[in-house]
């Protein structure tokens, strides 16, 4: 089970950090995935940490502002986001998968928690 938190209001230029909490699994061991869905949008990836190495992967629009980290003591998974932007509105998942090869891919995903809502102000 994944639990996302940590979203809320937050003016342009701000930050906040997103936590998605695996009970009963371990993050090392899952390619771990955020994604975000902004209102009359598709989903879209985020950002992923792969399963064992930890090869870290960004959507361009993220990239130098979003930060994904790992902490395994806590089975945690962390995306902080910095100089947030109004276009940044949107719901935000994590998932897991077992194992995929295209970790910006939605299909690859096994399991999703429920969203987390972020919103920027401008």
């Known amino acids: 089970q994944l639990q996302a938190s940590g979203g809320g209001l937050v003016q342009a230029g701000g930050s906040l950090r997103l936590s998605c909490a695996a009970s009963?699994?371990?993050?090392?061991?899952?390619?771990m995935g955020w994604f975000r869905q902004a209102p009359g949008k598709e989903r879209e990836f985020v950002a992923a940490i792969s399963r064992r190495v930890g090869s870290i992967y960004y959507a361009e629009s993220v990239k130098g502002r979003f930060t994904i980290s790992r902490d395994n003591a806590k089975n945690t998974v962390y995306l902080q986001m910095n100089s947030l932007k109004p276009e940044d509105t949107a719901v935000y998942y994590c998932a897991f998968a077992y194992s995929t090869y295209d970790v910006t891919r939605i299909p690859g995903y096994d399991y999703w928690g429920q969203g987390t809502l972020v919103t920027v102000s401008s």
């Open positions: 009963g699994r371990t993050v090392s061991s899952y390619d």
